[in-house]
């Protein structure tokens, strides 16, 4: 298996993306890539032999934009506090808890592209955070707030992240913005906001998804 160099990392990122702004979130640039399709193939052919997930990290996906939004919305959320932003992909939250004055804000993804990305990211919108490459399912992460975005796509995965923080809920404030997936929570929730939050037809099925940012209870 061949490793990219960070230098490596950076080059395709700036290959492969533009710098632009999520609809919702116009305060904010990221390295986004433009369509799905050349960037997955880029992915196919010259990252496959290095073993790196398919590149998530390059999309502002509902939930992530419907959590970055409302944490700019009501500062107070986070502001003096810690943040943890789980599954984090381009940072968008992370960065969006920087700005809003969080004491300090730790973006987490496992995909070591995405942890580039993010640090990219970061300097783009000089705002200062963590990034955090371990897997903590099943641990307890230093930080008084935890963030997902997203995340209930596919149902193994779902329920286990979402058993996890469930846990976590008991001692921390735990934020979980979803737009609609079939794995979603149905109960256990406090509705805290809702974005109709722009798509594209290349991610979604429709052109406007309402994404809905929930307090998740023990």
């Known amino acids: 298996m061949v490793t990219l160099s960070e230098d490596q990392r950076k080059k395709f990122i700036i290959e492969h993306t533009v710098i632009a702004s999520p609809s919702l979130v116009p305060e904010i640039k990221l390295h986004l890539a433009t369509e799905v399709t050349p960037l997955w193939q880029a992915k196919a052919t010259l990252l496959e032999a290095s073993n790196i997930d398919p590149p998530y990290w390059a999309f502002a996906w509902p939930g992530g934009q419907a959590l970055a939004r409302y ?8 502001r003096k506090k810690s943040v943890f ?16 004055g ?21 300097v783009l919108n000089n705002a200062a955070i963590i990034i955090d490459q371990q897997n903590h399912l099943n641990q307890t992460p230093e930080a008084d707030i935890i963030v997902a975005g997203d995340m209930c796509y596919e ?4 329920e286990m992240i979402l058993h996890w923080l469930r846990r976590l809920a008991r001692t921390h404030d735990v934020l979980l913005a979803d737009p609609g997936r079939k794995y979603a929570p149905i109960d256990g929730l406090k509705e805290l906001s809702q974005y109709d939050v722009p798509t594209s037809l290349d991610l979604e099925d429709r052109l406007l998804r309402p994404t809905t940012v929930w307090q998740l209870l023990a």
Do not use: C, H, K
Not at 71 to 78: G, K, Q
Not at 85 to 100: K, M, T, V, Y
Not at 106 to 117: E, I
Not at 155 to 158: C, E, F, N, P, V
């Open 71 to 78: 944490i700019l919305d009501y500062p107070e959320t986070v």
């Open 85 to 100: 932003d789980f599954g984090a992909g381009s940072g968008l939250s992370a960065i969006a808890a920087a700005l809003a």
């Open 102 to 122: 969080a004491a300090v804000s730790t973006g987490n993804d496992l995909d070591v592209l995405a942890g580039t990305a993010m640090a990219m990211n970061a």
């Open 155 to 158: 149902r193994g995965i779902a």
